[in-house]
T-cell receptor
Framework: EPEVTQTPSHQVTQMGQEVILRCVPI?????FYWYRQILGQKVEFLVSFYNNEISEKSEIFDDQFSVERPDGSNFTLKIRSTKLEDSAMYFCASSERQDTLYEQYFGPGTRLTVT | GDSVTQMEGPVTLSEEAFLTINCTYTATGYPSLFWYVQYPGEGLQLLLK?????DKGSNKGFEATYRKETTSFHLEKGSVQVSDSAVYFCALRRGTGRRALTFGSGTRLQVQP
């Protein structure tokens, strides 16, 4: 069964460093998403992406964050200058279409630890 | 704004016990409601969903009914198994406007043999 994959599974970085989290969505999917979950808190939406553009973003997704689909398979989340509060589990998801009838498939997550 | 509230965990049950995990929501309009499950080391998987009031979603013995009057979507299973041990997330998604999922905080279920 097709699945969303994410790398790395765990990333440790120092405050102020740039990190790139990588995701490979399911191949025929057109909509891509990033969510995050700070330990002990809710899973929160960050951004959605379609047709090489951000289609929706939350208030969390400020200028420190960016997303890109650099080729036909990868979808990346970049954090330019990490802060301690960016430590969280980051989930990538993809869906065939945006309609609620179409399920969002999630990857296993990348645990980001900022020290 | 939209929000989902679910019961605190962990919930610890013996095998074959009845399970209820409560979920209530606040949203404008008529959202679709979802339960996701996360097994250790894996991503979030859709367990079941309901797209309108009084709909019942069901899968793998789990059920939840969309109750508009009480703004609830409680998850139930008549007889849990050890393999059901996981974290369960209630979520909603609007039919129009913002399409992102809004999640609850998750409830960890531990089923003991």
């Amino acid at each position: 069964e097709p699945e969303v994959t994410q790398t790395p599974s765990h990333q440790v970085t120092q405050m102020g460093q740039e990190v790139i989290l990588r995701c490979v969505p399911i191949s025929n999917h057109l909509y891509f998403y990033w969510y995050r979950q700070i330990l002990g808190q809710k899973v929160e939406f960050l951004v959605s992406f379609y047709n090489n553009e951000i289609s929706e973003k939350s208030e969390i997704f400020d200028d420190q964050f960016s997303v890109e689909r650099p080729d036909g398979s990868n979808f990346t989340l970049k954090i330019r200058s990490t802060k301690l509060e960016d430590s969280a589990m980051y989930f990538c998801a993809s869906s065939e279409r945006q309609d609620t009838l179409y399920e969002q498939y999630f990857g296993p997550g990348t645990r980001l630890t900022v020290t | 704004g939209d929000s989902v509230t679910q019961m605190e965990g962990p919930v610890t049950l013996s095998e074959e016990a009845f399970l209820t995990i409560n979920c209530t929501y606040t949203a404008t309009g008529y959202p679709s409601l979802f339960w996701y499950v996360q097994y250790p080391g894996e991503g979030l998987q859709l367990l079941l969903k309901a797209t309108k009031a009084d709909d019942k979603g069901s899968n793998k013995g789990f059920e939840a009914t969309y109750r508009k009057e009480t703004t609830s979507f409680h998850l139930e299973k008549g007889s849990v198994q050890v393999s059901d041990s996981a974290v369960y997330f209630c979520a909603l998604r609007r039919g129009t406007g913002r399409r992102a999922l809004t999640f609850g905080s998750g409830t960890r279920l531990q089923v003991q043999p």
